[in-house]
Every structure is written in structure tokens, then in C-alpha cells.
């Protein structure tokens, strides 16, 4: 791993705060842009899902965390709040 063990805490909050503020530096506008065309509710299903969908790679590849079933039911259910959430 890039920051575990060799380096100090700091460098690790660094390039963490580093990666949120250009995740937010995006998710605003895009919030702002989407919210012409889409709901609230179906905004947050929507980043939700984004999120989890980069989270979860990154957890089994990068971070070697062992994939779970309780995770694949987990991801069925956020299908489910994706199709109940748009099916209006």
C-alpha cells in the first residue's frame, strides 16, 4: 500500500482531503447541473450507487478485503432503491 507503515499520518489526510475536494469539486456541479432534470431523492440513490461502485473495487483489489455475500446482497438492494426511485 502507498501510505501504510513508510509515511507519516499526514501524508496519508493529506491525499485523502487531496481526493475529496476534487471528488466535491465535481459532485457539486454536477448536483447543481442534475437537479434540472432529476429529483433529490434520485440524486442521492444515483451518488450513492457511484460511490459503491468505485468503493467496493477498490476495497478487494487494493486493500486485498475478501468479498463477502452479505455484500452482494447488499448491491441487490441498491438496485432495488435504483429502479423503485426512478420507476415514476
Avoid at 457539486?28 to 434520485?42: C, D, F, H, M, S
Wanted: charged share 10%.
Amino acid at each position: 500500500m502507498i501510505f501504510a507503515g513508510l509515511r507519516p499520518w499526514y501524508v496519508a489526510a493529506m491525499a485523502s482531503w487531496g481526493i475529496a475536494l476534487f471528488e466535491y469539486l465535481i459532485q457539486v456541479p454536477a448536483n447543481r447541473l442534475g437537479y434540472t432534470e432529476l429529483t433529490l431523492p434520485q440524486l442521492k440513490i444515483m451518488q450513492e450507487v457511484i460511490a459503491l461502485a468505485v468503493f467496493a473495487p477498490f476495497c478487494l483489489f487494493y486493500m486485498h478485503q475478501p468479498l463477502k455475500l452479505d455484500y452482494l446482497w447488499a448491491a441487490l438492494c441498491l438496485l432495488g432503491a435504483v429502479y423503485f426511485i426512478f420507476r415514476s
